[in-house]
Nanobody, 126 residues
């Protein structure tokens, strides 16, 4: 059974940092692009960041650019999202996802991602 399991969420004050992890099991994702998305209460899911299969290409939403870093460890079948200088507007459930059909770049469209985790809550207080 293919699973993506996020961890590392929590409650913290603005200006703090968190590192989210997404561990994959049941299938190797070494050749797949991976992405992070988030959904705040009452809002649609939005793209946060994505990374190609070898980490050579990354993409970020404008709202997190310069604050968040996506990286991966293929030996551990894990992708990470380092979140710095957190703001209250970063509060959301964060999901990781695997894009199993992209062989070159990365995509920000959630419909392109075949596998999804259940999410981890990040709450940032002002």
């Amino acid at each position: 059974q293919v699973q993506l399991v996020e961890s590392g969420g929590g409650f913290l004050q603005a200006g703090g940092y968190l590192r989210l992890s997404c561990a994959a099991s049941g299938r190797a994702f070494n050749n797949d692009a991976m992405g992070w998305f988030r959904q705040a209460p009452g809002k649609e899911r939005e793209f946060v960041a994505a990374i190609n299969w070898n980490g050579g290409i990354t993409s970020y939403a404008d709202s997190v650019k310069g604050r968040f870093i996506i990286f991966r460890d293929n030996a551990k079948n894990t992708v990470y999202l380092q979140m710095n200088s957190l703001k209250p507007e970063d509060t959301a459930v964060y999901y990781c996802a695997a894009d199993t059909t992209s062989r070159t770049g990365v995509r920000g469209d959630g419909a392109s991602y075949a596998y999804w985790g259940r999410g981890t809550q990040v709450t940032v207080s002002s």
